[in-house]
């Protein structure tokens, strides 16, 4: 299994996700020129992307989609809350509604090369989602932009061979930054995002030995990547392999597959 996070935080978040024959892409909040040239210069074929999930409609996260869907003609998967509440969205984005499939949460979607299990995160777009898959044997669990932990992510982030965390902000830093008090509200709230402490203690908790874990959608603001990097070496067992992917890089992994 080969992925990259071509790109993270509020500048954009694109996934991508290769067993060596078939690909998804979960999220594109880049253009499709960027998408295409990191999958070429990772060797990933276009040709092989099957699918796209998207964790919800904020743009940063699906600014891309209507172009990538009129280019590689793929489905794109989204909740069918998401798909009933955010109409208006999707016009502004040109994101052509023929081409989307929702599933219920609950459901398990299979597309060609991977088993993904969605599932609901706490966030101000409705119908947003978190993802577990596998594939080529391997678990991959994917938890952005949520307020909070949802219930189900606890048991559907632990066994998992790869983790990728939303860690958006440090309190104090939010809390002493210049950032207006309604927007600070906005994101410690419910639906806001999740700061580094619960962020790490949710990797702690559900640590398995030998996993890649990998803390994204950091701030530009209110968190930093030294601040985040101290706290994982404090907190996270060893044995854990921890990246912070720092805002707008990218970080590519590469992890052998087993049989299924
Ligand atoms: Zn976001
Ligand atoms: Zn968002």
Redesign the pocket.
Known sequence: MHYLVITTG?CG?CYVFHNGKDSIIIDCGITFTKLSRSLSEHGIPLDSVRALFLTHL?P??SKGVGVVQRKLGIPVYLSDISLEMNESVMIRQKIETSGLVSYSFGEIVDVPGFSVVPFRTSHDSDGSAGYMFTSSGRRFFLM??TGLIPDAAWELASGADVKFIESNYDEEMLERGSYPAFLKKRIRGEYGHLPNSAAVDFAKRTARHGESLYFV?LSANNNSPEVLRELCRKEIPSGIFCTVCERGGLSEGFIDGEEE
């Open positions: 509020s978040n904020h940063d996260h952005t932009d959608h």
